[in-house]
C-alpha cells in the first residue's frame, strides 16, 4: 500500500511462477495432491521448521493416503520459479 501525494495505490509484484509447473512443495488442489520434489526446497523448509520447533511428518490426505514425510503444512506452495528462485 503506498499513500503518495494523495494518491493511494496497491503494489503487487509479478512472481514468475506456472503451478502447473513450478510447484516444488506442498499442495495447489487442498491436499488432492501433496508435492516434495525438491531437494534444495527441503532444505529450506528444514531450516525454517527448526526455527519454528516443528518436526518432520506425515499428512493424510484426502484420498486417505499418507504423504510422504514434509516439514511444513501441507496447504502452503513453495515454488521454484521460471527464473531459478525459489
Not at 503506498?2 to 513450478?22: C, E, H, N, Q, V
Amino acid at each position: 500500500l503506498i499513500d503518495y501525494l494523495g494518491f493511494r495505490l496497491i503494489a503487487m509484484s509479478y512472481l514468475p511462477i506456472d503451478k502447473s509447473r513450478t510447484l516444488v512443495a506442498g499442495s495447489r488442489d487442498c491436499g488432492h495432491t501433496v508435492v516434495d520434489k525438491d531437494e534444495n526446497m527441503k532444505e529450506y523448509l528444514k531450516k525454517v521448521a527448526e526455527k519454528l520447533n516443528l518436526k518432520r511428518h506425515r499428512v493424510k490426505m484426502i484420498d486417505g493416503k499418507m504423504s510422504d514425510p514434509i516439514y511444513m503444512c501441507f496447504d502452503m506452495e513453495g515454488h521454484k520459479g521460471e527464473d531459478g528462485r525459489y
